[in-house]
């Protein structure tokens, strides 16, 4: 697994996303390093082990074939509770420095070498397959003349809250990784009565029955992720406004969410408003806004599920955004000096980077305590508008941090962005 190695070191010293897919797209078709990358980047694939004792020895045996069998055996629970934790301890032990830092960066499900599971399927298409996910259009990019859009519309408010599928007793994430159940079982219940078998919607975090702001309330669910705890005062309500059919039409699939859920507490539908002009689509998206939340979707009753992005539903932002990878990290000034001041962060093709700052002190301790963690990792970013540096390369104006997208693994390009500069609405 020498190979393996080289390659690991090879992707740490590329900054240029399209050399590590270039490179990714070589290496993949070995069987043994794609079945690396598998174990450590399909989010289907866990290993039941929460943590390993720090090990004092240190062994002379490579990461190996034994390894990967070990692995494998891990995510199919031949080993589970005590038995797999002193199995591994045992190997780990036998291994030498740099077969032990694989065996755990890879049961912690990140090999630190700036790859993400839409770097993985870019360089080889399909190597781990994603839920399904019907992703809006902007209005810059659909004819908003066409009779489609002069009928009766659905009008929804725009959550941004936690994504969450909901299927077969189970609940994951947009790509596909295991959410803990410990905080859903009245939820699942509720989506068992149901008979759908695969809801989508948003999270969102309510305490003594008022909703959290957005940044709180994500913040509570991606604790949670980490098998994090609520309070006692906190409770967890699921806005849900589709469920996986590819032959019923929307307007079908809504009526039957509304005929299934009116009677429950914690599994809702997404409030929606039938509306029958892009004027009044405007409208709803104003009060919307006049109420502090984040904006709108305008969804086609007609439209069929789609598996990709669909012309037949639009999204109303408030200001300009972007997504961003994060490729390094600012040491603070003053009062920040021990912390972090700003992200530096590009876009997928690194024809543009930035400094983004914008963050709570939590969020700055955080990313600062565990930087090799965020490396790679995907952000929202806000900003006035793009404009030109002094060396005439583009750049964005007052980026601010938004969030932290732990449901995204893929930036924007800065054709992208330039592109869709301007779908604004106020």
């Known amino acids: 697994m020498r190979e393996l190695h080289i390659l690991l070191n090879t992707l740490r010293g590329l900054n240029s996303t399209n050399d590590k897919v270039f490179l990714l797209e070589q290496c993949l078709s070995e069987e043994s390093i794609a079945t690396v990358f598998n174990l450590a980047y399909n989010p289907r694939t866990t290993f039941g082990i929460k943590s390993i004792d720090t090990m004092s020895l240190i062994g002379l045996e490579r990461f190996g074939t034994y390894s990967i069998d070990l692995l494998l055996d891990l995510s199919k629970r031949k080993y589970t509770g005590n038995a797999a934790k002193l199995i591994v301890e045992e190997h780990i032990g036998h291994l030498d420095v740099e077969g032990q830092e ?3 960066q890879i049961l912690n499900k990140d090999l ?3 790859v993400s599971i839409g770097l993985l ?3 080889v298409p399909g190597f781990i397959r994603l839920p399904p996910y019907m992703r809006c259009s902007l209005p810059r990019h659909v004819d908003l003349e066409l009779p489609e859009w002069k009928g009766e519309l659905a009008s929804q408010e725009k959550l941004d809250g ?4 909901i299927k077969h007793n189970n609940l994951e994430t947009r790509l596909g990784q295991n959410i803990p159940l410990t905080h859903f079982t009245e939820i699942l219940t509720a989506a068992e009565s149901t008979g759908i078998k695969h809801l989508q919607g948003e999270a969102l975090v309510y305490e003594h029955g008022v909703r959290l702001p957005r940044k709180v309330s994500n913040g509570i669910m991606n604790s949670i992720m980490q098998g994090g705890d609520l ?5 967890i309500r699921v806005y849900v406004w589709d469920f996986v059919d590819y032959e019923l039409t929307y307007y079908e699939r809504l009526k039957k969410l509304h005929s299934c859920l009116k009677d429950s507490k914690v599994l809702r539908v997404v409030h929606t408003r039938v509306i029958r002009s892009m004027d ?9 806004r006049q109420g502090g939340k984040e904006g709108t979707v305008v969804k086609q009753l007609d439209a069929l599920y789609i598996d990709g992005t669909s012309k037949q539903q639009i999204k109303m932002k408030a200001r300009e955004e972007c997504e961003l990878y994060i490729c390094g990290f600012n040491r603070g ?11 530096r962060c590009c876009t997928s093709d690194d024809l543009l980077t930035v ?3 914008g963050f709570t002190d939590a969020e700055r301790d955080m990313i600062w305590g565990d930087r090799p963690k965020y490396q790679g990792a995907i952000v929202t970013v806000w900003f006035n508008e793009t404009i030109k540096d002094k060396t005439n390369k583009t750049t964005l104006f007052l980026p601010i941090f938004k969030t932290l997208r732990t449901d995204r693994d893929k930036a924007d390009t800065l054709q992208y962005i330039l592109i869709h500069e301007g779908d604004l609405y106020e």
């Open 102 to 104: 694989l065996f755990l």
């Open 280 to 288: 009044e689509a405007n409208q709803h998206f104003k009060l919307i």
């Open 121 to 123: 399927n870019t360089a």
């Open 355 to 357: 400094n983004v700052s």
């Open 231 to 235: 309070r006692p005062s906190q409770q």
């Open 333 to 343: 000034k003053g009062k920040y000096r021990d912390t972090l001041g700003s992200l």
């Open 162 to 165: 936690q994504f969450i599928n």
């Open 112 to 114: 630190r070498c700036g």
